[in-house]
């Protein structure tokens, strides 16, 4: 049997590693899989919830908002990259300035 605290320690290390990574890359394709990793140490910090026999509705309708808000990230995401290379024909992040109005 896996302790609590191992999955929660085990969490928040892939959500460091994540957040590491999506301050560190140079492109879109890495910061979406560092956004991912992140998704992912949430889904991993939600496991312990679901043992508490009093917390298993809620942790279930918390885990479906999370997967419906880490799908609807991942396909807006996808859908900015795809229009960033169509545009610029590069998805380096050094090309997109703030706000987006020098593309």
Same mark, same amino acid.
């Given at each position: 049997?896996? *302790?609590?605290? /191992?999955?929660?320690?085990?969490? /928040?290390l892939?959500? %460091?590693?994540?957040?590491? %990574?999506?301050? #560190? #890359?140079k *492109? @879109? ?5 560092? @956004?991912?990793? %992140?998704?992912?140490?949430? !889904? ?5 919830l !679901? ?8 942790? !279930? ?6 997967? !419906? ?20 024909? *590069?998805? #380096?992040? *050094? ?7 020098? @593309?």
């Amino acid at each position: 049997m896996i *302790d609590v605290a /191992v999955v929660l320690i085990t969490s /928040v290390l892939v959500l %460091m590693v994540g957040y590491t %990574m999506a301050i #560190s #890359s140079k *492109d @879109l394709i890495r910061l979406l899989i560092s @956004l991912e990793m %992140m998704f992912g140490a949430v !889904f991993l910090a939600l496991i312990p919830l !679901f043992s508490i026999k009093s917390l298993i509705s809620e942790s !279930f309708m918390l885990a479906v908002i999370t997967v !419906f808000t880490s799908s609807s990230e991942l396909l807006i995401l996808i859908g900015a990259i795809v229009k960033l290379d169509r545009i610029k024909k *590069d998805i #380096s992040v *050094d090309s997109i300035s703030v706000g987006g109005d020098t @593309l």
